[in-house]
Each structure stands twice: as structure tokens, then as C-alpha cells.
């Protein structure tokens, strides 16, 4: 069983800073890619950035300059340090991973997208 497990969201004023984290558990075996995505009332989840194994960021166009995803691979956490907040940036933000866990002695399934639950970031004056 693997579990990612979102936190640090919360409510913060416009031009503000958030850093949110997420924490893999569980049998892991090994994990590549992990990712950040957010959700707003009524619109569809959306890719924000993506960190591969090597250290390697991308980040949509949306908020490039202003989020920094990061990883500490011994924590088997990926972090999203947010700085100049929009309200536009309001939404559920999940953590995504590519991994691989064991499922018993010989056993290992490759997942290329487990979730976590989710963690609420408010933009708002």
C-alpha cells in the first residue's frame, strides 16, 4: 500500500508565500517522476510542474517565475514553494507520482499515476 499525503495549504493574501509538501509512504520501491496539479471550483485539474529523478523542473507557463518545485528523495517528498500568490492560484492542489512498489516478496506494481487527497490553497485579501 502507498499513500501521498499533501500539506501546508491554507489561506494567504495576495503576493504572498506558501510552501507545500507531500510524503510518499508506504512500500515504495522506487520513485521517477512526481508532479504537482491543481483544481479550481468548476474547471478541469490542471498541470502545474513536474520534477524527475535527476532534479530536472519544468513548470507551466502560468506559473513559471513564481513556483519552484523541489524533491528530497531520502524523505520521499516533493515540495511546491509558491511565492507572488494570485487569487487566480486558488484551487485543490495534489501531488502525483510515477513509482513503483512491492506488492509482496517477488511482487512490484508500476503505478505511473498515484494521487494524493489534496490540500487547499486560498489566495484572498
Given at each position: 500500500q502507498v499513500q501521498l499525503v499533501e500539506s501546508g495549504g491554507g489561506l494567504v493574501q495576495p503576493g504572498g508565500s506558501l510552501r507545500l509538501s507531500c510524503e510518499a509512504s508506504g512500500?515504495?520501491?522506487?520513485?521517477?517522476?512526481?508532479?504537482?496539479?491543481?483544481?479550481?471550483?468548476?474547471?478541469h485539474r490542471e498541470w502545474v510542474a513536474s520534477i524527475d529523478e535527476g532534479g530536472k523542473t519544468i513548470y507551466a507557463d502560468s506559473v513559471k517565475g513564481r513556483f519552484t518545485i523541489?524533491?528530497?528523495n531520502a524523505k520521499n517528498t516533493v515540495y511546491l514553494q509558491m511565492s507572488s500568490l494570485r487569487p487566480e492560484d486558488t484551487a485543490v492542489y495534489y501531488c502525483n507520482a510515477d513509482l513503483t512498489y512491492s506488492t509482496g516478496d517477488y511482487s512490484?506494481?508500476?503505478?505511473?499515476?498515484?494521487?494524493?487527497?489534496?490540500?487547499?490553497?486560498?489566495?484572498?485579501?
Open positions: 512500500n515504495i520501491f522506487t520513485i521517477n517522476i512526481m508532479g504537482w496539479y491543481r483544481q479550481a471550483p468548476g474547471k523541489s524533491r528530497d512490484y506494481t508500476r503505478e505511473y499515476d498515484h494521487w494524493g487527497q489534496g490540500t487547499q490553497v486560498t489566495v484572498s485579501s
